[in-house]
């Protein structure tokens, strides 16, 4: 019996040595990846899965990293066997892989499907439905783009990439309001990148565009005929000075916010009115809006970052406010996802 005791002790000890083993070898491969070194993060997943074949870790990190080799084939063929094992830990994940994959190599309908079936299985997630809008975006299916990208935004109201997308898709849906406060959070998010740039300027155009008839229709309850207008009485007389540019700016992104506030209704339904009017009250009765402007402006004027740098005090409060006084960075409150508002 001792024996027998003996021997089950030095098995499980070797087994637990090789899982020991394998976890190192795991982790020194998603070192490697956050590196950018995707082909050496590969050989230590390989090791890895020579030492336990069925690591379903070593296998979806082999995939994630063939992935941003852009081996497609390879990419798909790792996530397919953690989704067919059907690994809870990591199935969403394979699922973004896999769809990835099929959507680089021209597969959207395909992608689509595959992420309409990683809902169903995982359940409502931020990534799959952010996912499922990039596919109908590029698919020029702006209808369910903006669904899905709005549906990514209330489970998470922090991804600045879905802000973004919907922005887009909502401007060319001639939703050019909408699109103008999803470009305005996504600079909240995200002021000081390359794309925040980019993202700023085509703001900056829908406030500057010549509207067609059918652009100025009431929609959504707002009568952007009325908004049109008045934006346009703002504009300034020289677009090729920063000054002028920049008040101009404040002052139009001002007089939205304010006459939006003002036509808010019980009834009002959507996101435009559940999340964004309210966010934009919120900053324009916090008292900082000249530093909010100035911040998510940094990318496009350099006054901005100028100004932003030589003016510490103000940023300070601002970043305050923005951490502990704002109640949409309040750690203890959750978004609430609202299944029953209309898609836009």
């Known amino acids: 019996m001792r024996y027998y005791i003996l021997l089950l002790g030095l098995f499980f000890s070797s087994l637990i ?44 990190e082999t995939s994630l990293s063939y992935l941003q080799l852009k081996d497609y084939e390879n990419a798909m063929r790792f996530s397919t066997k953690v989704i067919n094992a059907n690994f809870k830990p990591l199935l969403m994940d394979a ?9 680089q190599t021209d597969k959207l309908d395909m992608s689509i499907q595959l992420l309409n ?3 169903e299985r995982c359940g409502d997630s931020y990534l799959l439905h952010f996912n499922l809008g990039l596919c109908y975006f590029n698919r020029l299916n702006n209808r369910l783009a903006i669904h899905h990208l709005r549906k990514a935004i209330e489970i998470d109201a922090t991804h600045a990439s879905a802000f973004l997308l919907y922005a887009y898709a909502l401007n060319d849906s001639g939703k050019w ?41 009431p929609e959504d309850g707002v009568d952007r005929a009325l908004l049109y207008k008045a934006i346009q009485k703002l504009q300034p007389l020289n677009n090729d000075d920063p000054k002028e540019k920049f008040k101009f700016f404040e002052e139009a992104s ?57 003016n510490k005090d103000k940023v300070d409060k601002f970043i305050q406010w923005f951490e502990y006084g704002h109640g949409f960075e309040d750690e203890t409150d959750e978004v609430e996802v609202l299944d029953d508002a209309d898609p836009e």
């Open 254 to 310: 001002k007089t939205i916010f304010l006459t939006l506030s003002l036509q808010q209704e019980e009834s009002s339904a959507g996101l435009l009115w559940y999340f964004f009017v309210p966010t934009y009250v919120e900053i324009l009765e916090s008292g900082f809006f000249d530093t909010y402007s100035r911040y998510v402006s940094v990318a496009y004027f350099p006054e901005s970052l100028e100004w932003w740098n030589n």
């Open 117 to 119: 079936e990683a809902i």
């Open 95 to 103: 699922y973004i892989v896999k769809s990835t994959a099929l959507a």
């Open 177 to 217: 309001l909408q699109s103008f406060y999803a470009f305005h959070f996504f600079l909240f998010l995200e002021p000081n990148t390359g794309r925040s740039e980019e993202a700023f300027g085509e703001m900056y155009e829908i406030l500057m565009a010549k509207r067609s008839e059918d652009e100025l229709q």
């Open 17 to 60: 040595y090789s899982q020991t083993g394998v976890d190192k070898l795991i982790k020194e491969g998603v070192s490697l990846h956050d590196k950018g070194q995707y082909k050496d993060a590969i050989e230590c997943y390989k090791k890895a899965l020579a030492i336990n074949p069925t690591s379903m870790s070593a296998i979806y």
